[in-house]
């Protein structure tokens, strides 16, 4: 059952990339929902999904200002946190948000923190 909403939830991404999708977009450093160019960032965008207590995939990879379409396939809020680096973008169940990934090279531990103590974490490489 758990494989099969995992399935589901990389479907539907897939389907909503092509898609403009509204979102929650916050004014932390380091994030925000339009690129300063007007451009889609470095590199093609990565998905990145939450549902339930896990992102998917766990481990992203991104070219220094690239973009993080983070979509929320679950029932509650989650967030894609990068404390150090001071980046929090929460997301409403159902929505999606763009996350511009200004990081020097190197790899990153993200979280949800609503949900860090169920084990939602990830690792982002910044190339």
């Known amino acids: ?27 932390d450093a380091g994030t925000t929902t339009t ?9 093609e965008a990565q998905a990145l999904t939450a549902l339930d207590d896990e992102f998917n995939p766990a481990d992203v990879t991104v070219d220094s200002g690239g973009t993080i379409d983070f979509r929320n396939e ?3 809020v989650h967030n894609f946190s990068i404390t150090e680096e001071d980046i929090s973008q929460d ?3 159902g929505q999606s948000t763009t996350v511009i990934i200004d990081l020097e090279a190197g ?11 169920a084990g939602m974490t990830g690792n982002l490489t910044v190339l």
């Open 91 to 93: 997301v409403a169940a």
């Open 74 to 76: 679950g029932e509650n």
């Open 107 to 117: 790899t990153y531990e993200f979280v949800c923190v609503y949900h860090e103590a």
């Open 35 to 43: 690129p300063p160019d007007g451009g889609n960032g470095v590199g």
């Open 1 to 27: 059952m758990r494989v099969r909403m995992r399935l589901l939830a990389v479907l539907a991404t897939v389907a909503l990339l092509g898609a403009a999708c509204g979102g929650d977009s916050g004014g």
